[in-house]
């Protein structure tokens, strides 16, 4: 069964902690993605990257960094955690050669910070 | 800038009624369209997808949805809910963008099937 999966499902972290979500997918897709979800908001882009370390900005940015050192692995950084990044952080990857945007996702990791 | 609107935040309805979920879309170029749900502490699973052909889709569990590139929308409907439908859903659309086709998503509605 093909999967992707977040490390973490729950963490609590304080305020200016550096903080590492991982994810990892095995199903050899080249696209991988970070998003945000939060009650009324939907989902929304954090980052994104179509190949190893390489990266592409997403709609919300700002407070975050990214690493793909492997294929199969996309790590989101809070460099310094603040409350306002409390949230469900879904991370989801895509096959480059259907370019369809069709995306298939892990868990989730929620995560709070206190 | 492009955008998904789900128009409804939440939708009661009892079990055996019928429900359509509203989604539509800012693009008048081709898009990809994708219906998700998120059942309580999963991630998202894909439910059903507009690609190209056919406008009309459906998915293995009754729902189904409707392309109309008129009226930029593709709603979700399904004649007869369970309480098992009970879920957050998500329209999502792919507009293409830096090189490759990026999905947008809608707020979600919560789909509440009542006894």
């Known amino acids: 069964d093909v999967k992707v999966t977040q490390s973490s499902r729950y963490l609590v972290k304080r305020t200016g902690e550096k903080v590492f979500l991982e994810c990892v997918q095995d199903?050899?897709?080249?696209?991988m993605f970070w998003y945000r979800q939060d009650p009324g908001l939907g989902l929304r882009l954090i980052y994104f990257?179509?190949?190893?370390?390489?990266?592409e900005k997403g709609d919300i940015p700002e407070g975050y960094s990214v690493s793909r050192e492997k294929k199969e692995r996309f790590s989101l950084i809070l460099e310094s955690a603040s409350t306002n990044q409390t949230s469900m952080y879904l991370c989801?990857?895509?096959?480059?050669?259907?370019?369809?945007?069709?995306?298939?996702f892990g868990e989730g990791s929620r995560l709070t910070v206190l | 800038a492009q955008s998904v609107t789900q128009l409804d935040s939440q939708v009661p309805v009892f079990e055996e009624a019928p429900v359509e979920l509203r989604c539509n879309y800012s693009?008048?170029?081709?898009?990809?369209l994708f219906w998700y749900v998120q059942y309580p502490n999963q991630g998202l699973q894909l439910l059903l997808k507009?690609?190209?052909?056919?406008?009309l889709v459906e998915s293995i569990n009754g729902f189904e949805a409707e392309f109309n590139k008129s009226q930029t929308s593709f709603h979700l409907r399904k004649p007869s809910v369970h309480i098992s439908d009970t879920a957050e859903y998500f329209c999502?659309?792919?507009?293409?963008?830096?090189?490759?086709?990026?999905?947008?998503f809608g707020r979600g509605t919560s789909l509440i099937v009542h006894p």
């Open positions: 693009s008048s170029v081709s898009v990809y």
């Open positions: 990257s179509y190949d190893v370390k390489m990266k």
């Open positions: 199903m050899d897709h080249e696209n």
């Open positions: 989801a990857s895509s096959l480059w050669a259907a370019n369809t945007g069709e995306l298939f």
């Open positions: 999502a659309v792919s507009f293409y963008r830096g090189g490759s086709y990026i999905p947008t």
């Open positions: 507009y690609l190209s052909g056919s406008t």
